[in-house]
């Protein structure tokens, strides 16, 4: 059996360690989001496609991409789709889906102004030290009239159910991610950053600060997960 690298992050989200991270969970990667998720990662890439609303000749930017599996679901309707993440090792192993992809950085991206339609980022935006300048990056490279949605873990508002996905992700998770896993401690990352994440209401408040207009969400599975979406002004 082969040995799995060992590396995570710290919850102040240097850079460095997260794509290093990473790097060291892309070649089980959508195996593993499966397996933990008992395949809801499906559905909730289909409903974050839905919400995105990609129409044919648009260009569509899904940062935090990894391997390409969400930038595959958002092109099936025809729209040209950008895969970018600053994870080296997530961009190898999906480049047999023979999609454009392109290494940058959240923080700094590297589009001009106003070039897309729509600007989607899934499970990645917690994983970036200053969200807050990112969630004003991708308006800057958003179209006016464009639009950003955000899928990420969230709190589950249901409260029984609250307490006992709790304790699923702080304890089953991790035990589960070290036998499907090529990193199984980056898991126990997971685990932490999705406990350190501000709930709904929060999050859409901070997405509205940094300038998208008619911030809204909408819960999934119960709360585990969230779609914020907003547009930028003008036309």
Same mark, same amino acid.
């Not at 997971?190 to 509205?208: H, K, T, Y």
């Given at each position: 059996?082969?040995?799995?690298?060992?590396? *995570?992050? /710290?919850?102040?989200?240097?850079?460095?360690?997260?794509?290093?991270?990473? %790097?060291?969970?892309? $070649?089980?990667? %959508?195996?593993?989001?499966?397996?933990?998720?008992?395949?809801?990662?499906?559905?909730?890439?289909?409903?974050?496609?839905?919400?995105?609303?990609?129409?044919?000749?648009?260009?569509?930017?899904?940062?935090?991409?990894?391997?390409?599996? /969400?930038?595959?679901?958002?092109? $099936?309707?025809?729209?040209?789709?950008?895969?970018?993440?600053?994870?080296?090792?997530?961009?190898?192993?999906?480049?047999?889906?023979?999609?454009?992809?392109?290494?940058?950085?959240?923080?700094?991206? =590297?589009?001009?102004?106003?070039?897309? %339609?729509?600007?989607?980022?899934? +499970?990645?935006?917690?994983?970036?030290?200053?969200?807050?300048?990112?969630?004003?990056?991708?308006? *800057?490279?958003?179209? =006016?009239?464009?639009?950003?949605?955000?899928?990420?873990? /969230?709190? =589950?508002?249901?409260?029984?159910?609250?307490?006992?996905?709790?304790? +699923?992700?702080?304890?089953?998770?991790?035990?589960?991610? *070290?036998?499907?896993?090529?990193?199984?401690?980056?898991?126990?990352?997971?685990?932490? /950053?999705?406990?350190?994440?501000?709930?709904?209401?929060?999050?859409?408040? *901070?997405?509205?600060?940094?300038?998208?207009?008619?911030?809204?969400?909408?819960?999934?599975?119960?709360?585990?997960?969230?779609?914020?979406?907003?547009?930028?002004?003008?036309?």
């Amino acid at each position: 059996m082969a040995k799995t690298q060992s590396v *995570r992050a /710290s919850l102040d989200k240097q850079p460095h360690e997260v794509a290093s991270m990473f %790097d060291g969970v892309a $070649r089980r990667y %959508d195996l593993t989001n499966t397996v933990l998720t008992a395949g809801q990662d499906r559905y909730w890439r289909w409903m974050t496609r839905k919400a995105v609303a990609p129409r044919p000749g648009e260009q569509i930017l899904d940062l935090g991409a990894g391997t390409g599996v /969400s930038t595959v679901e958002l092109g $099936r309707t025809g729209a040209w789709c950008v895969a970018a993440d600053f994870s080296q090792g997530m961009l190898a192993a999906g480049q047999s889906r023979g999609l454009p992809m392109v290494a940058g950085d959240a923080t700094a991206l =590297p589009f001009a102004d106003n070039s897309f %339609d729509a600007v989607t980022i899934s +499970f990645a935006l917690r994983n970036i030290a200053d969200y807050d300048l990112a969630l004003r990056e991708m308006l *800057r490279v958003t179209k =006016p009239g464009g639009r950003l949605v955000i899928c990420e873990f /969230s709190t =589950p508002v249901i409260p029984v159910f609250k307490t006992a996905y709790r304790t +699923f992700v702080m304890k089953v998770l991790p035990m589960i991610a *070290r036998v499907v896993s090529s990193n199984p401690d980056a898991y126990v990352y997971l685990a932490e /950053s999705i406990r350190d994440w501000p709930n709904q209401r929060r999050l859409g408040r *901070r997405v509205a600060e940094a300038g998208w207009a008619g911030v809204k969400w909408r819960n999934l599975t119960g709360g585990v997960v969230a779609l914020h979406r907003g547009y930028k002004l003008g036309s």
